[in-house]
């Protein structure tokens, strides 16, 4: 937990300089004789008052239309400046090699102009990217993926996923969509890998997220692990209650054995089934947890939201081990970075004879907008 405010004072400081470069930058691109100085003050003034949103959506408690709104604004505000600044550092890179290379000649008198069109085009670059990024969130995907079962073991349907980030932006009416899309696939078991409530989270919501829960009622329950952002504000053990209040049976640290008759030939397989705490949180090594666990468990499936240390659940013996946390970096181009902060940023992986498939998840941090994949469940078939 101690590493949370040295994060979070990292991320306030990148935050206060990008806005403070863009805004500065914002006030030189509009300078010139074709624009007035109060467009150009008054455009400046607008970019001050967004930046200030997303500060101020961590300070409101409140959960009505103008909480709602403010976080809008600052959630918007910071995917857009976040894509504008990328434009406007590839613009610089193409200035560099420009002066070196000479591709494209401006005249003197025609430096103002361009310099407004560039501006301009950035702005407009950068709004259509997140309009693109926030229809993509509207057609979230099913991932069907079908996997080996271990030896013993019969067919299974596993339903993940992840990183609902459940708060102001993604209430009740988001999990119903989700509820529709799982619902059809008829799952065994549903299982939740982390960051499913966000820190503005509407307590007075429960019992909505408990119903649309509980219809889909899969034969093996609905099991969870919390994430990262469940613990922000020091809010674990309230997180904690909220989720199973919600239905979601949580393990952290924990074990349970799920009987299960497989099949005709299947002779009463276990399936054990873990889930670890958060690495941000206390956390036991997997190998302490698994302590007093039974080893005639047909099937091992570990639930650990971020899918650090793959090594831990080889050694452990374990069958499949599903995680998200990484969003597939969300934004591109994040994605490539998440190749290089994870063994496994994505998709299915192996070591020795244990699996593992990391989710992209089905929400989103902050606005919800995705411009590097899709939003996704994933539907896991074991099979024999």
């Not at 065994?188 to 966000?198: H, S, W």
């Not at 099937?299 to 659940?313: D, G, I, S, Y």
């Amino acid at each position: 937990m101690s590493s949370f405010p040295i994060l979070f004072t990292l991320i306030k400081i990148a935050y206060v300089a990008i806005n403070l470069a863009g805004i500065v930058r914002l006030h030189v691109a509009l300078r010139g004789r074709n624009i007035s100085r109060y467009v150009r003050n008054g455009a400046c003034l607008l970019a001050v008052v967004l930046s200030l949103c997303f500060p101020l959506a961590r300070l409101i408690e409140s959960h009505g239309f103008w909480a709602r709104a403010v976080t809008f604004a600052g959630m918007f505000w910071f995917v857009f400046m976040f894509h504008a600044l990328m434009a406007w550092g590839a613009l610089g890179v193409f200035r560099l090699f420009n002066r070196r290379f000479g591709w494209f000649k401006i005249a003197p008198e025609a430096r103002e102009q361009w310099r407004h069109r560039c501006c301009a085009g950035i702005v407009c670059a950068a709004l259509l990217v997140c309009l693109g990024g926030a229809i993509n969130m509207q057609f979230p995907v099913v991932r069907e993926v079908k996997l080996p079962a271990p030896a013993g073991a019969g067919p299974l349907r596993i339903v993940a996923l992840s990183d609902l980030h459940l708060g102001r932006l993604a209430g009740t009416r988001f999990l119903s969509g989700v509820a529709d899309l799982i619902e059809p696939l008829k799952p065994d078991i549903v299982v939740f890998l982390g960051d499913i409530l966000e820190y503005d989270f509407d307590p007075s919501e429960i019992e909505a997220d408990a119903a649309v829960l509980r219809r889909l009622n899969p034969r093996l329950g609905i099991w969870g692990v919390m994430g990262n952002h469940e613990h922000i504000g020091e809010k674990g053990k309230l997180n904690m209650r909220y989720l199973n209040e919600m239905g979601i049976r949580m393990l952290a640290d924990q074990w349970t054995v799920l009987e299960e008759v497989w099949g005709r030939h299947a002779d009463g397989g276990k399936i054990l089934l873990i889930g670890q705490q958060d690495r941000y949180a206390w956390q036991n090594p997997l190998e302490k947890t698994l302590a007093n666990a039974p080893k005639d468990a047909a099937l091992k499936l570990l639930l650990v939201h971020q899918p650090f240390n793959l090594w831990e659940a080889e050694k452990a013996g374990i069958n499949l081990q599903l995680s998200g946390h990484t969003h597939n970096g969300q934004f591109f181009p994040l994605n490539f970075a998440a190749k290089i902060l994870f063994e496994n940023p994505y998709g299915h992986s192996m070591r020795g004879q244990t699996h593992y498939w990391v989710t992209s998840g089905i929400g989103t941090w902050g606005q919800r907008i995705r411009t590097s994949n899709r939003p996704e469940i994933v539907q896991i078939d074991l099979v024999p």
